[in-house]
C-alpha cells in the first residue's frame, strides 16, 4: 500500500510564502505524475498543478507565476512553493500521486489527507 503524508501547511498573511511537501511511503516501484489540488469552503477541488515523470509541468491560471510545483524522485516527494499568497488562496490542498505498488507496471492514484492553508488579509 502506498501512503502519502504532507505538511507545510498553516497560516500566513497575505504576500507571504509557504511550501508544502507531500511524501510518498510503502511499496513504490515507479510514480509518474504527481499534483496539487485545492479545495475552498464551498467549492469544488480544483487543480493547481501538475508535474509528470519528465518534470514537465502545468498550472491553472489562478495560481500560474505564484506557485511552483517540483519534484524529489528520490525522496518520492513532490513540492508546492506558493509566493505572493492571497485571502484567495486559502483552502485545504491535497496532492495526488500516481504510484506503481506492484511489479505489474500499473499505475494508480493516491491522495493526500490533506494540508489547511489560510491566508488573511
Known amino acids: 500500500q502506498v501512503q502519502l503524508v504532507e505538511s507545510g501547511g498553516g497560516l500566513v498573511q497575505a504576500g507571504g510564502s509557504l511550501r508544502l511537501s507531500c511524501a510518498a511511503s510503502g511499496t513504490i516501484f515507479g510514480i509518474g505524475t504527481m499534483a496539487w489540488y485545492r479545495q475552498a469552503p464551498g467549492k469544488q477541488r480544483e487543480l493547481l498543478a501538475i508535474i509528470d515523470a519528465d518534470r514537465g509541468t502545468d498550472y491553472s491560471d489562478s495560481v500560474q507565476g505564484r506557485f511552483t510545483i517540483s519534484r524529489d524522485n528520490a525522496k518520492n516527494t513532490v513540492y508546492l512553493q506558493m509566493s505572493s499568497l492571497k485571502p484567495g488562496d486559502t483552502g485545504v490542498y491535497y496532492c495526488?500521486?500516481?504510484?506503481?505498488?506492484?511489479?505489474?507496471?500499473?499505475?494508480?492514484?493516491?491522495w493526500g489527507q490533506g494540508t489547511q492553508v489560510t491566508v488573511s488579509s
Open positions: 495526488e500521486v500516481e504510484a506503481q505498488p506492484t511489479v505489474s507496471g500499473r499505475l494508480y492514484h493516491y
